[in-house]
């Protein structure tokens, strides 16, 4: 059975950074696009940006582009999400997804449970 | 504010048809993008609900359906269950920005 595992909550502390895994279980992720998506308490889904693990390629959000990092291991079906210079506007659930197709714009056909993340002084 | 527009709210008695719309612009929806529909039950990850604007994955009943034209799309849900109570959002693509993956801003949809 395919699903995303993700790793546990994180508290931390304004201006550090938070990394989040996200693993495969029961297929590789070589040929799909993973998407990180965040989701304030409250709010809507907010989409953060992608990457290929095929060639490493990454697209971001242009509102995040200078704090998160997307990064990947192929041989490990593994991607990470790392959020620097945090605030406490980022407190929310962070989750992982993947696509249908190898295709950015394709439909989210399996997500992650989540990763919370609380940010405070 | 979020590229796509949903409204915030929607409600249908049991049995009854509800539909959610999501519009867009000329670089994203307009621009021959796909829409794709989540639902989101509390305290769970969305679930996807409906792809390339008019597909069910396996599982997700006939009940829900997709359909777009022009710079919109909508999700309809027919014969209303009190399990459909739940958050649902549209997502698709836009051009501009460098490219980026957008979402509606959500929608609640209360069972009566």
């Known amino acids: 059975q395919m699903q995303l595992v993700q790793s546990g909550a994180e508290v931390k502390k304004t201006g550090s950074s938070v990394r989040v895994f996200c693993k495969a279980s029961g297929y590789t992720l070589t040929y799909r696009y993973v998407q990180w998506v965040r989701q304030a308490p409250g709010q809507a889904l907010e989409w953060m940006g992608w990457?290929?693990?095929?060639?490493?390629?990454?697209n971001y959000a242009q509102k995040l582009q200078d704090r998160v990092t997307i990064t990947g291991d192929r041989s490990m079906s593994t991607t990470y999400m790392e959020l620097s210079s945090l605030r406490s506007e980022d407190t929310a659930m962070y989750y992982c997804?993947?696509?249908?197709?190898?295709?950015?714009?394709?439909?989210?056909?399996?997500w992650g449970h989540g990763t919370m993340v609380t940010v405070s002084s | 504010q979020s590229v796509l527009t949903q409204p915030p709210s929607v409600s249908g008695a049991p049995g009854q048809r509800v539909t959610i719309s999501c519009t867009g612009s000329?670089?994203?929806?307009?621009?021959?993008?796909?829409v794709h529909w989540y639902q989101q039950l509390p305290g769970t990850a969305p679930k996807l609900l409906i792809y390339g604007n008019t597909h069910r994955p396996s599982g997700v009943p006939d009940r829900f359906s997709g359909s777009k034209s022009g710079t919109s799309a909508s999700l309809a849900i027919t014969w209303l269950q009190a399990e459909d109570e739940a958050d649902y959002y549209c997502q698709s693509y836009d051009n501009g920005l460098s490219g980026s993956v957008v979402f509606g801003g959500g929608t609640k949809l209360t069972v009566l």
């Open positions: 997804a993947v696509t249908r197709l190898p295709l950015g714009s394709d439909a989210f056909e399996i």
């Open positions: 000329s670089s994203n929806i307009g621009a021959d993008y796909d």
């Open positions: 990457i290929t693990l095929l060639n490493g390629n990454t």
